[in-house]
C-alpha cells in the first residue's frame, strides 16, 4: 500500500481530526474532577445527614436522672467510741435527789407515768443521764434531740430499716432515740456497765458472724466454716473489724 501524498485538503483533515481528538482528551479530563467534586459533594451531604439524624436521636432520649449524692460515715478516730467531753470523770452514782430532778422535770410533764427502770434506791439517774437531752424544757422541740433525716422519722415508731439509717444519725439522736444501742451504748449504760457493756458489743449474737459464716459457707463462697464476717458499726456509723485482744491461743 503505498502512502498517500500530503495535500492541503489532507493536512486541513489530519488538523481537524486532531483538535477534536484533544478537544475530546480535554472534555473526558475535565470530567473526572467533576465527577470527584460530585462525590465528595454527596459524601458530605450523607455525613451531614447522618449527624442530624444521631442529633435528633438524642435529642428524643431522656436525660439521666443524676443519683443523689452520698453522703459517707466520717472517718473514725483512734478510740471508735469516745466519751463526750461533759461526762470525763462524771460519777452518776454521786448525785443528789435534786440533781436527778433536774434531768427528768420536764421530760414527765409529757412522758408521765413512766417509771424508772432502775429499781434499786441506791441508783439515782434522771431521764438525759440515758437519753440524753434537754431534761428542762418544757417544749418537745426544746427537749428532744432531732434526726439529721427527718423525712424519715414522721412518727415515734422507728421507720423501715431503721438499724442501718441509724448508721447516718448523730450520736446524740442514737442515744435520744435508743440508750441501750450498742454504738452509743458505752455513753448511756458504760458508766456504769462498762465491762458489760464492751462484751455484749463483741458477741456474736450482737454481729451474727455465725449468720454470716453458715451462709457463705454453704453456698461455697468460703473455703472453711471459721467465721471471718459479721456486722459492726462504731458511733459514727462506720463499718469496724472486732479483733479479740490479746488473740486467742491456741488450745481456745
Sequence with gaps: MRPMPLTWPGLIVAAIMACLAVAVGSVV??????????????RLVAAKEKQQDAAASKADQP???????VEL???EPANPYPLPPELLG???TDQTLEQVSLKSQGCIT???GVGDMHRSPNVRLGCTDCHGGNGSAVTKQAGHIHPTEEEAWTSSANPIRSYALLNHESPEFVRFVNPGD??????????CHASMVLQVRKSMMTHGCMLWGAALYNNGSM???QSSFGESYSMHGAGQRL???PPPTQDQ
Design 110 to 112: 409529757c412522758h408521765a
Design 63 to 69: 436525660l439521666p436522672v443524676p443519683l443523689p449524692a
Design 182 to 191: 450498742l454504738r452509743i451504748a458505752h455513753i448511756s449504760c458504760g458508766s
Design 243 to 245: 479483733q479479740t485482744v
Design 90 to 92: 462524771v460519777d452518776l
Design 223 to 225: 473455703p472453711n466454716k
Design 73 to 75: 460515715p466520717p472517718s
Design 29 to 42: 479530563v475535565a470530567e473526572k474532577p467533576t465527577s470527584n467534586e460530585s462525590q465528595r459533594a454527596f
